[in-house]
């Protein structure tokens, strides 16, 4: 008994701190921060075209977890009002039970509301910088997935590269995943840029034409494409 005593008088400490936990829960309301979005999410891919598809994949998930979240809202409200009709004709004992029911479907929609905040901070993040995209890259205009699609060949390649030097080179001491991070980090998004230094570049290039062949049909187009 004594020890619950004490739990509950360090709770009843704790939770006096109403503002200052408000203001701080509040201020970490969000699936990941602007920087680590722009930088590790969208910012990990090589080429602008893939950052707005990024950018706009993690845009639909939010929207798309906003509405169920919005029908999990309305959903508890309606079981909280139908737990509190009648509440004054039960017993004490069974309003006791009742109330601790309401009090259980209370924090259900409390953490709905956190949530469904969180992901309109993050869908708004994930809008302003498939936007930033979209004015810096592409005349302000959202990508075609025929135009997606055409810049795919470029991306791969650049990723190949990007990922087979980090591979490269006996003892290195940071890790292939540090080391990947610190190169995202280098680009700014919208910016078409070569992570790697030149010559690494070309000598991963070559060894990749080596292990990726052209297809016969690839062949033919060079060859007529030499004949003309």
Known sequence: ME?????????????ELNKYLGMAFDAINMRQSTYLLEHAVVGAHDKPERQWWQAILELRTCVK????????????????????????????????????????????????IEARDMNVRYAWNCYKIARMIENKCHDGKPYSMDELE??????????????????????????????????QMSRTIGEEKELIPGDKAEVIQEMLDVIIKPSPK????????SRN
Do not use: F, V
């Open 218 to 225: 690839q062949l033919k187009g060079k060859s007529n494409g």
């Open 65 to 112: 977890n906003i509405n169920t979240m919005k029908l999990d809202q309305e959903e508890a409200e309606l079981e909280i009002e139908i737990l509190e009709e009648d509440l004054h004709k039960l017993k004490p004992i069974q309003m006791k039970l009742k109330m601790i029911s309401i009090e259980r479907q209370r924090l259900r929609l409390a953490d709905i």
């Open 3 to 15: 020890k619950i005593n004490q739990i509950e008088k360090s709770e009843s400490e704790l939770l």
């Open 150 to 183: 055409a810049a795919e060949p470029e991306y791969w390649r650049r990723r190949a590269i990007r990922q087979s030097w980090l591979q490269m080179g006996p003892g290195r001491e940071i890790g292939p995943g540090n080391m990947d991070l610190l190169l």
